[in-house]
């Protein structure tokens, strides 16, 4: 229904463009539009000229003919012999009319005719029937905000104003889909509010809803501009991390545990002297999880398993070998499962080394990239479960593995060491 929605709209603005160059006809025609108040104004629809000047042409607001019409929101109509500025110089044109399309007293874009097929210049005629024409694109516009909006807002917790839900599964497989195309890793952090029923019970609902808008302003703070933040249901929060590996999403996790930290909290609870904690579970696709629903399962199990270690964030245990806290290692296939680390030289530091001993890293050609809780995160050339074992033991820490290029981390691990 929403790409027919779309479908519709732009075969609206593709009508009432043919219908302007059918009436008001001219060698050149463009309709340029723009997305918001701070982007550049771009050709959604041409006549007369060529598909790469097309891609090539962005006006800004003030600029040149059509920028200046839309900075002054007024029409221009010119005659024979006007030079017209372009980016590739100046041409003499013999008449133009230029229209501003004005929505909510906003220019959102500019129809432009030049160079009249015929001997005559443009006239107020003209100059009319394309200001109508213009009203008409700019009702179009409007109606799509509208229709925009209203998805948002139907995508949109009113609560937190993050994503709902229905937002969440939509975008999980066009991300999951971009991930496989993309062969990068689509991170997940599942997060739970500790004790919540408990606050709820103790200080009420409304303060369980402050905890909860303290909660979603620190996911806010701490996410990337192309993250995907939502209010999953209830207490609970998910985030997906497009071009993210477990590094890169705890890395996430920790700023939002520090923005919580220094959040104000409730005055029952400040004078109660609590404070909000959170338990957040990692995991990443298409490895180790082969697909969404595995990718949920996991982060929401890793993020169960925080809550009983008392909090804090856990990348997904895979299972749990004969180490004093367990080697996090594949279930079944380590070739398929375990990460790819392709720059471990990023990440790794001479103190996480330490955790291990530098024989031991030599005989597996091993590298420490991260270290978070109980949890270290270790690079090997190939996926080794003996190797996995031989680290959790003599660290006593979990280990959670990914691979990378055997001669990257004979370099990074020569070079630490």
Known sequence: MEEQSQKLAQDLLGSIFRVATELVRGERASLMLRDDDDSDFVISRAVGLTEDVRKQVRVRMGEGIAGKVAADRRAVLAGSGTEVATHRGAYKTRSYVSVPIIVNDVARGVLNVADPVGEADFNTDDLATLEMLAGHIAACLQQQDQEEALKLLAETDPLTWLFNRRHFDRRLQAEADRAKRSEHLLALLMIDVDGFKRINDSHGHRVGDQVLKSVAAAIREAVRVYDVP????????????????????????????????????????????????????????????????????????????????????????????????????????????????????????????????????????????????????????????????????????????????????????????
């Open 230 to 417: 939502t209010r999953y249901g209830g207490d609970e929060f998910a985030i997906l991390l497009p071009d993210a590996d477990t590094e890169s999403a705890a890395r996430v996790g920790r700023r939002i545990l520090e923005k919580l930290a220094k959040a104000e909290m409730p005055e029952q609870m400040a004078k109660a002297g609590e404070r909000v904690a959170l338990s957040i579970g990692v995991s990443t696709f298409p490895r180790p999880a082969v697909d969404t629903a595995g990718l949920v399962e996991s982060a929401d199990s890793a993020m169960y398993d925080a809550k009983a270690a008392g909090g804090g964030i856990r990348v997904w245990e895979h299972s749990l070998a004969e180490g004093p806290r367990g080697a996090l290692r594949p279930a079944h296939s380590p070739v398929e499962h375990v990460p790819y680390l392709a720059d471990p030289s990023r990440l790794a530091t001479r103190e996480l080394q330490q955790a291990v001993p530098a024989p031991l890293l030599a005989e597996w050609n091993a590298v420490v990239v991260g270290h978070e809780g109980q949890v270290l995160t270790v690079a090997l050339p190939q996926p080794n479960a003996a190797a996995v074992d031989a680290i959790s033991k003599a660290s006593d820490q979990a280990v959670y593995p990914v691979y990378s290029n055997a001669a990257d981390l004979e370099a990074t691990r020569r070079r630490l060491s």
